[in-house]
């Protein structure tokens, strides 16, 4: 009979060692290569750099920065915090790190405060809000959490909400709670839950028909209810639902002019009073090309349509506490333009009929314009985009 060679202790302690070697390169490849699909900086494209703009009551360039760290680095919100600078949300290069979700701190001027990576978060941070003691609060994906940080970019406290199937998104509730918004891809459909202050549930409701949910698919509202968003079941018609402050569905709405319709705002206007703002495509030509249409839809608390028009402007769009829209026009319009497909031509500062107040050019090294965001002086930063200046994303390293 054949005699098997002896596995002495450390011989075993060895293999061990290999095959936890083996199974952490074969995780590493596929995190790599599955996040390669919603990175910026894949093979032979260039990776972005982050630019911030600030503009003044009149629409003229206060400062500019630009943040660059050498590899891809993506933004995706930002926020004014009480001393007068900014937290920006992003993630770190998927290409050459395991993912990990981002937060930059800018002073009033636009300079670097920290930069902190969150690799125990993974992927990037959903939605990004103003918190307390002059931090902020804001989502994670896996797992499924509300995340308060403090003024230095610590976590002071997690509440989790979900399993990792779930997409979800969150939003601050008017009394210190918070809503949460999570799609279950299984049963295409989400849940919506209240949680108070003390990160326990209130209420829910759950098998809604919503999916493909979005950073903006929920908004907190004035009586302590909200109103959420998200695509019908064809993914094509855009859904809303108005819940009052304990749970009820006080209306539903269904909007849509076309094949390819896109979310863009919701915003409480006067209390009980809700304009909703989306895209949707129509074809022109010769040569046929699509267009990306914006529409606007004002709705009473009752869910009556009491207003419809189409503002001359493309997202990204929020509207100033006085009810002006800070927006982008483009040269042309183009299929595409709110995932960041061509470059905006100008910023503008427009009324509720249609006069613009101010309309800013664009930089033009930048590739996006990101979020619009009103300040305390009458003001909006900007986060924005541009191609980083070293050239193309090398994927042999």
Known sequence: MERK?????????????????????AAYLFIVNFTTAFSTAQCGLPPTDIQVMKLGPDGTVQWKSRIDSGEDDPAYEIVPVPDGGYVLS????????????RLIQLNSSGGVVWDRSYPEYQGAFHGLFPGPAGGVVTGAISPGKILVLDADGNVSREIPFAGYEYSSIIAPDTDGGYFVLAENFSRRDSSLKSLGPDGRERWSRDALPLIALHERSILSVSDGGCLVAGYADDVQELNYFRFDSSGRVVWNAMLGKSWDNRPILMAEIRPGTFEILYESARQSGPPPINILETFSATFDDNGTLVQQWMPDISPPITKTPGQDYLAVRFREKDA???????????????REDGMFVWQTPVPSDWRAVIRIVPTRDGGCVVLGSSIQKSGLFSCSG
């Not at 060679?5 to 061990?16: D, E, G, I, V």
């Open 90 to 101: 992003g993630r770190n290069d998927f290409r050459i790190h395991l993912p990990a979700a």
């Open 5 to 25: 060679p002896h596995r002495t202790p450390a011989r075993r302690w060895l293999s061990a060692i290999l095959i936890g070697i083996a199974c952490g390169v």
């Open 336 to 350: 595409g333009s709110s995932y960041g497909y061509g470059t905006p031509h100008l910023i503008v500062r427009m």
